[in-house]
Structure formats: structure tokens, C-alpha cells
């Protein structure tokens, strides 16, 4: 395997993070947000559905986060990358 492809799979995981907890912390909110409403279950009838929606709604806040921080990963790697390209092209 070549140098070049090694760096390039190794900086793609960033952005698959980044993508897979945005979709998981819209999700966790979105299904904590029905879970903790009354428009489909009674919160006395369904004490432990409720709990886990409110356990939705906390973890997608910190989700979103991580996904941010990957964000900011895989740019700081892009602007390093595009760093060591314009001084080995000096």
C-alpha cells in the first residue's frame, strides 16, 4: 500500500464520525422529544418509556457535541495536510 492512500483513509474516519453522531443525536432527540410529550404515550401509564425519552433528550446534546468536536478534527488535519503540501512544493 502506498504512503498516500494510508494518510487518505486515515483522515476520512473524521467526517464518518462527525456524519454518524449527527444522525444518531437527531435521532436520540427526536425520539426523546415524543417519548417525553403526551401526544402518544401517558407519562403515568408508561413511567419507564418516559424515562428512556428523558434519557434520549440528555445523551443528544452531548452527541451533537462529539460530532462537532469531529468536525474541528478533521479540519485542523485538513489545514496541517494542506501545510506540509505547500512547504514540500517550496
Not at 21 to 46: K, M, N, P, Y
Not at 80 to 85: A, L, N, P, S, T
Amino acid at each position: 500500500m502506498s504512503e498516500e492512500r494510508l494518510k487518505r483513509d486515515a483522515a476520512a474516519w473524521d467526517v464518518v464520525a462527525a456524519a454518524a453522531c449527527f444522525v444518531v443525536a437527531v435521532l436520540s432527540l427526536a425520539i426523546g422529544f415524543v417519548l417525553t410529550t403526551r401526544w402518544l404515550l401517558d407519562d403515568h401509564a408508561h413511567p419507564l418509556l418516559h424515562g428512556v425519552g428523558l434519557i434520549l433528550l440528555v445523551i443528544g446534546i452531548p452527541i451533537m457535541i462529539l460530532g462537532g468536536h469531529f468536525m474541528d478534527l478533521g479540519e485542523r488535519k485538513h489545514k496541517h495536510g494542506d501545510r506540509r503540501e505547500a512547504a514540500v512544493s517550496r
